[in-house]
C-alpha cells in the first residue's frame, strides 16, 4: 500500500519506535524489502538514491516497478517511495514519476539557498500529496558523489529549515555514509537534544544507519529519531551471499550437476535472502514489527 511517509513517522515518533528505509537497487532488492515488511506487519520506506535511479533507468522505471510489485505481492502494510539525497531536478523528476515521497538535499549549498530551493519544493511536493524530507549538517561519508566530514548540524538552521513545513528533518550529528573507522566518536546526543528541542519534535531522520551500535541506535530512538536509512548493510550481505554462492562453485557452467545454478534466478537468490534477513534483524531493532 502506497503511501507518503508523514503519518508513519509521526506514528512512530509518538509510538518511540523507527521506520527503516531501506534502499533499493534492483528487482530483487525491492521484492526482499518489501516482502519482509509484509511478513513482519511493519512500515517501510523504500529509498532510491539518484544514482540508483539512474542505474534503474530511470525514475519512471522504479516507480513502475515498485507499484506493479506492490500490487502483485498484495503488500498491506505502508509503503512510502522515497527519493534519497535527492537534487533539485531530481526532486521534480520523481513527483512526476510518481514517487510518494522526496528528499531534498540542499546541505551542500549556502543556507539561504537551501531555504530557498527547501521551501519551493516543499510546496510542491504538498500540492501533489508527497511527503518531503531536507537536510542541514551534511552527512559525513559519500553518497552519489557529494563527501561530506559528517558535521553537526545548528539547531537554528534546523528550525529555519523545519518551519518552512517539510515533514521530517535529516540533521547531521556525526553520523556518516559507508563503513564507520575505527576512530569514530559515536553520535552527538547532546546535539540530537538540542536539535529535537528546537523543531517542536518533528520526525528526525538518521543517515548512515549502517555500522553504529545498537546502543546508539535504541538511544537515538528514545531521543526523537523516527526515521533509519540502511544501504550498506544490505550490499555488504547481498555481496558476501553472492561471493560464497560462487565460491562454492554452484554457478560453474561446466558442473552438470549443478542444475544450471549459473541461471540468475537462482545466482542471486542467497543475496535475496540475506537482504531479507537483514531487514528483519533491522526492523527488530528499530521496534517497527506489527506497526503496520
Known sequence: MLVNAKDMLVKAKKGHYA???????NLEWTKAVLTTAQELNSPV???????????????????????AMDEALKITVPVALHLDHGTYDACRDCIEAGFTSIMFDGSSLPLEQNLYRTKELTNLAHAYGLSIEAEVGAIGGTEDGVTADGEVANPAECKLLVDLGIDFLAAGIGNIHGIYPADWKGLNFDALNKINAATNNIPLVLH?????????????ISEGVSKINVNTDCQLVFAQATIDY???????????????????RKLLKPGY???????????ELFGSINKA
Not at 527503516?20 to 537497487?25: A, E, K, R, S, T
Not at 544514482?51 to 522504479?62: C, I, L, N, R, S
Not at 548512515?208 to 537515538?220: E, H, S
Open 273 to 283: 535472502e540475506a537482504i531479507k534477513a537483514k531487514v528483519k534483524e533491522k526492523m
Open 45 to 67: 520506506i523504500l529509498g532510491v538514491s539518484c544514482g540508483a535511479g539512474k542505474y534503474m533507468t530511470g525514475m519512471k522505471t522504479v516507480a513502475s516497478m515498485v507499484r
Open 19 to 25: 521506520v527503516g528505509h531501506f534502499n533499493i537497487n
Open 246 to 264: 560462487c565460491k562454492a562453485g554452484k554457478a560453474d557452467p561446466t558442473d552438470e550437476n549443478k542444475d544450471k545454478g549459473y541461471d540468475p
Open 208 to 220: 548512515g544507519g549502517t555500522g553504529i551500535p545498537d546502543d546508539q541506535i535504541k538511544r537515538a
